[in-house]
């Protein structure tokens, strides 16, 4: 017998699948983080755990070892898992003492860089993560404008400037909808909150315009990646910076999932529109948690008017871990890299599906692709293929996030694995019992992401 968290295993027993259930009973939830749940994957068969991760090659608690072709760390590990040239300079840098009294220069030396690569940009300052990090821009660009209400469209995380989209009377609408998960409850966002975050859908200039119209002089920014899953209609991007100039607000860029994979530095650069204030986590630190919020130094020194600070954004590692990630792709193309194994995957991946009269579905760009199937029963269908993938060793969901580890030698696996599952669930969606072949529950729905 061996013993997880103080519950004992049986030898035949799974390793992840106790240590979940145990941590169901301590951690609201299960996890940290929605998109890590196994129940978003195949629920009571996901592999919850890691021991080892190296490349895109991942050691789970029973010792399998998987490919991850899903989504990478939720596509935190551009460079791959345990990059050799980040992991040195962070334990380089965690054996001089990455937490002191005294200030880590990295945090100068990264500032430098940033701005070497945005020079439309000032000032930087730091947080940890993503969802914090775009709480900071908001505040930066509230205290800048003196304004509260801010327009938006995608996902921006789970804090309150956020979530107040959600906080109506009666609950008569639900206006996080088509920008994150239906009937997201904004339970504990102040009530008082009502009415200061207002959704617009991407590519919908007018819908912004409306916004303003409506609301002159109280916005305070218009949030929104620069891309997600579609390009910007011709005029798009440059009309809400147009619009930002004239009313006054300040265009907050949210690249902390686009961020590094379409541009070195963010898919603004490729667009050549520019922000007032750009924020960047995930990728950034490739698995160390790192992010940063950047911009116009007549915007960002209003960070100065409030109070805007944390203990852990001063330790070492994270500028490290940024530094040696950034100094990486600037060596190497990881952008053409991941474009071209994710078009390699792609147009492997279509024809076998059109070959057994498979309805798979791809949306998004080749780097970060979101995958589904127009059939009435898509969940059930994704969570039967992601459960005959786990037996061909690799990690397979409702997102393929490429990376530089990934090779075309890892597209054929994958591939190959595909061609041989693709039969069973033609025969399942011809016998209509694709729920009764899982083996277990159908995963849980997931992000409705921008469009």
């Not at 898992?81 to 040195?88: R, S």
């Not at 852990?312 to 530094?323: D, F, I, M, N, S």
């Amino acid at each position: 017998m061996t013993r997880l968290g103080g519950s004992e295993v049986g030898s035949t027993a799974s390793a992840n699948q106790q240590l979940y259930r145990l941590a169901r009973t301590l951690i609201p939830g299960g996890t940290q983080l929605l998109s890590k749940r196994p129940e978003m994957f195949a629920p009571e068969q996901w592999p919850a755990y890691f021991r080892e991760a190296h490349g895109c090659e991942v050691v789970d608690l029973d010792g399998r070892r998987y490919i991850d072709m899903a989504i990478m760390g939720v596509s935190a590990c551009l460079l791959g898992y345990n990059d050799p040239d980040v992991t040195e300079a962070v334990v380089r840098r965690v054996k001089s003492g990455s937490m002191c009294t005294l200030n880590s220069p990295e945090e100068v030396e990264l500032a430098q860089l940033l701005l070497e690569l945005h020079p439309w940009a000032g000032n930087v300052r730091y947080a940890r993560t993503g969802g914090e990090s775009m709480t900071v821009a908001v505040r930066v660009a509230r205290a800048a404008t003196g304004r509260d209400r801010i327009a938006f469209c995608g996902y921006h995380g789970w804090h309150d400037w956020y979530l107040a989209a959600n906080r109506l009377p009666d609950g008569e609408r639900d206006p996080l909808k088509g920008h994150l998960l239906p009937g997201l409850a904004p339970n504990g966002v102040p009530s008082q909150l009502a009415g200061t975050a207002i959704p617009f859908a991407y590519n919908d200039l007018e819908q912004l315009r409306a916004i303003f119209e409506r609301r002159p002089g109280e916005i305070a920014a218009v949030v929104m990646e620069p891309t997600r899953a579609v390009e910007p209609k011709p005029g798009f991007l440059e009309g809400v910076r147009e619009l930002c100039d004239r009313t006054g607000a300040a265009l907050v860029f949210d690249e902390i999932t686009v961020g590094w994979r379409l541009a070195l530095g963010g898919a603004h650069l490729r667009y050549g529109v520019e922000p007032d204030i750009a924020v960047f986590a995930k990728a950034m630190g490739n698995g160390h948690p790192m992010a940063a919020i950047i911009g116009r130094a007549a915007v960002m020194q209003a960070a100065q008017e409030s109070f805007i600070s944390s203990t852990y954004w001063t330790e070492g590692v994270g500028p490290t871990a940024a530094l040696a990630t950034i100094r990486k792709m600037q060596r190497i193309d990881v952008r053409s890299h991941v474009a071209r194994i994710g078009t390699q995957w792609r147009e492997t991946m279509r024809p076998l599906a059109d070959k057994h009269g498979i309805p798979l579905t791809f949306s998004g760009f080749p780097a970060i692709t979101s995958i589904g199937f127009d059939h009435p029963e898509s969940l059930a269908l994704q969570t039967l293929f992601t459960v005959r993938m786990l037996d061909h060793g690799i990690l397979a969901g409702g997102q393929f996030s490429v990376s530089l580890a990934h090779t075309p030698e890892h597209v054929e696996r994958y591939c190959s694995a595909a061609d041989q599952i693709f039969p069973e669930l033609a025969a399942a969606i011809r016998d209509g019992d694709i729920a009764a072949r899982i083996g277990g529950p159908v995963r849980h729905s997931g992000f409705a992401r921008l469009a």
